[in-house]
């Protein structure tokens, strides 16, 4: 995790979309949450879940291995003064037992990047009898609803940095759902939802968005970068003149509990 993201905090707090309002309502009727127990959010990032999630809770433990992500993690609580918050430096597999006992684990478009079965088993150890895992996970520009500017930002992705997707300085394979993996858990009883997020994209954030990737930051694109910028805009020009872009995101949430 460190590796995939080096680099990208800044960009990643500025350009990502923040989850919908929505998920986080249905989040909190699903599991009744009411501002008692521990929320341990996983591959914190810059904060955009437990932003929504930590008041319903006593108390947040934000992890993550990239310290450039924790630090502006703890500015996002800052500002949005979340006081009932520790932050550690770890990896999802490496969570301390001083964690538990845990009312809900979460996971912001940071699961895949781990080992999911290890992780879920971990979490078996101190999350409690009727808590859960919950899994959120926007569409990104490979998985996300066809649009002919997508087309165009893919296509000069691959013109730069090749036909395979990058993941830092490795390259990103299939891999099995989520849902594969919990089902291999005790984790296993399954909720999910699919919320629909209208956005509209700047020419700004489309760019800040990409270098906030594992697969197209400032650090996996090197000395290309600016080229690959120039080579962006023009072409995105063509396509819209003023800069602006639609796109409908979709943010699929599971929610994983013990059968």
């Not at 904060?47 to 993690?73: C, Y």
């Not at 990047?113 to 569409?139: F, H, N, Y």
């Not at 394979?173 to 005790?186: D, K, V």
Request: aromatic share 10%.
């Amino acid at each position: 995790m460190r590796e995939l993201f080096a680099g990208t905090a800044d960009c990643y707090r500025r350009f990502r979309p923040p989850y919908p309002v929505e998920a986080f309502d249905w989040i909190i009727a699903q599991h009744g949450l009411n501002g008692t127990g521990r929320l341990l959010d996983c591959g914190c990032g810059t904060g955009g879940v437990f932003l929504g999630l930590a008041r319903w809770f006593s108390h947040t433990i934000a992890i993550d291995p990239d310290d450039a992500m924790l630090a502006t993690a703890r500015l996002t609580a800052a500002e949005n003064r979340i006081d009932a918050i520790t932050f550690l430096h770890s990896r999802a597999e490496d969570v301390p037992d001083s964690t538990a006992p845990l009312r809900m684990a979460t996971f912001g478009a940071s699961f895949h990047w781990t080992d999911r079965i290890m992780v879920a088993q971990r979490l078996d150890k101190l999350v409690e009898t009727d808590g859960a895992i919950v899994i959120l996970s926007p569409s990104s520009l490979w998985t996300g609803r066809a649009r002919d500017w997508k087309e165009v930002v893919i296509d000069t992705i691959k013109r730069w940095l090749g036909e395979e997707r990058r993941a830092g300085s490795g390259t990103y394979g299939a891999r099995p759902l989520h849902e594969e993996c919990l089902r291999e858990t005790r984790f296993c009883a399954l909720t999910e939802m699919t919320f629909l997020q209208r956005h509209v994209w700047t020419m700004e954030g489309i760019i800040g968005y990409l270098f906030s990737t594992s697969f197209a930051s400032r650090a996996v694109l090197g000395d290309k970068a600016d080229g690959f910028e120039r080579d962006l805009r023009a072409r995105l020009s063509r396509l819209s003149p003023e800069g602006r872009f639609e796109d409908e995101i979709e943010h699929s949430v599971i929610s994983a509990k013990r059968r």
